[in-house]
């Protein structure tokens, strides 16, 4: 089976959130099973720094429109990931994150930019391209690669089967419908069974309306993006595709993420020498300048700091929390308001809470490490990795009921923990209050040291890994590539409700 991975991310050179770790394990998960699989990936700064020896494949200029010309160039990680790289200046050559400016502004022209990496995956799958590797399955990532499938509806003739994966639903890619043009799609595929959305141009809907399959990222999440509530107005047309709609669980990479012998940490450990925990623990005191308190329950975060991910609740209790003798610590990026927040929060309570506005590899496993109880209060979580590492590293998840992590987390009733069920505390209600409660529900189990070590234990039994997912993955590819071609049906417009209206950045 070969596999193209189109995919706007690729940790760790370029992340901004799950979707970049899964761009790596899941291609590297596939490839172990036999699967013949390239990632097609932006040449960014980043990569080019890292992959200085490469080779080149072609140049293409990809006609009409306003896409730059580009060259394609190959290269592999040292542990045999096989990378085509698309290597255009004007687009991938700048300082910031992928989408957004040192500032955090979304580029301009991240229709183009995109539009570039889009066109060139749905070239690399049609029966136009030259190159001798040709596709059996072209997997899509999110909206950054979701117009491949309509490229290869309107300006080329499809060889591959098509899939798109929703990592996030909140960010479809919308533009004015000027821009339809500039990307060289023609006229007729501006209309309700293509490209148009509500007057302007989605990326996502394009891919979500013609691709063959589509995917998400944990079973849950599918469920919830059929309803208004979590389908951002492309609720009706999930429902109407539901039948060609499959959420698939992520994995972590359980090779890295691994605290018997993880180089980031003070103590490795496994499940049957937990007490090297406490040594982590003190570390990551030490380093964040908290008091080298043991008796404090030390509260974990590694998240994007934003609406969806239930900040402003955890920021509402913080005071409470210090009041109640725990510790927090917070690793993150994001919105202004929530950095200078969490910030402000620290410079308050200098030896109880600590925030560092960024992203760090190396400390974000020393928070997975050494906190006691680890807190994800997201108002909709597509699957979530942060519960998956925390449990992984014995750290006890407290979570939402929502997406991947009510598919992941088993809340701590007496009866679940007795029977050895449990992994985490869950509260149903997105609310300040309903956290506050919950995490009195963790501290009190782990002021009872008996009854949290069978949590920790239980969380660590999870068999978290990306083979099964990886399985699978090739199961449906091999479906769908037998039985691509059938155009989708015909979808009925259905006006989003006030949660439909929401609208991310880029």
Sequence with gaps: MRILFATPELSPWVKTGGLGDV??????????????????????????????????????????????????????????????????PAYYARVGMPYQDEHGRDWPDNYLRFGLLSRT????????????????????????????PAYLRYTLHGAAATLVTIHNLAFQGIFPASTVAELGMPPESFHIDGVEYYGSLS????????ADWITTVSPNYAREIQSPEYGFGLDGLLRHRSARLSGILNGIDTATRDPA????????????HLECKIENKRSLQARLGLALDERAPLLGVVSRLT??????????????????????VLLGAGEHAFQDGFLDLAHRHPRRIAAVIGYDDGLARQIEAGSDIF???????????????????????????????????VDASPRAIAESRATGFVFAEASA?????????????????????????????????????????LELYGSIAAGAGAPPARVVPIKPGPAGRRRARH
């Design 261 to 272: 012998a993880d180089a980031y940490i003070r103590c490795r450990y496994d499940a049957a």
């Design 23 to 88: 761009a790596a394990a899941l291609p590297r998960a596939l490839s172990a099973l036999g699967a013949d699989v390239r990632i097609l990936v932006p040449a960014y700064p980043g990569l080019l720094a890292a992959f200085p020896e490469r080779s080149f494949v072609t140049e293409f200029q990809h006609p009409g429109g306003r896409l730059y010309g580009a060259r394609l160039e190959y290269t592999e990680t040292a542990d045999g990931l096989k990378l085509w790289m698309i290597d255009c």
């Design 307 to 328: 609406a969806q991910k239930g900040l402003d609740l955890l920021a509402a209790i913080a005071d409470d929390l210090v009041d109640c003798g725990a510790q927090l």
């Design 375 to 409: 807190l994800m209060p997201s108002r909709f979580e597509p699957c979530g990795l942060g519960q998956m590492y925390a449990m992984r590293y014995g750290t006890v998840p407290v979570v939402r009921a929502t997406g991947g992590l009510a598919d992941t987390v």
């Design 433 to 473: 209050p309903a956290l506050m409660q919950a995490i009195r529900r963790a501290i009190e189990v782990w002021h009872d040291a008996p009854r949290w070590r069978r949590l920790q234990e239980a969380g660590m039994r999870q068999d978290f890994g990306w083979a099964a997912s990886a399985r699978r993955y």
């Design 203 to 210: 990326f996502l809907k394009a891919g979500l309306q013609t």
């Design 121 to 148: 995956a749905a070239w690399l799958a049609s029966r136009e391209s030259t190159l001798p590797w040709q596709p059996d399955i072209l997997h899509c990532n999110d909206w950054q690669s979701a117009l491949a």
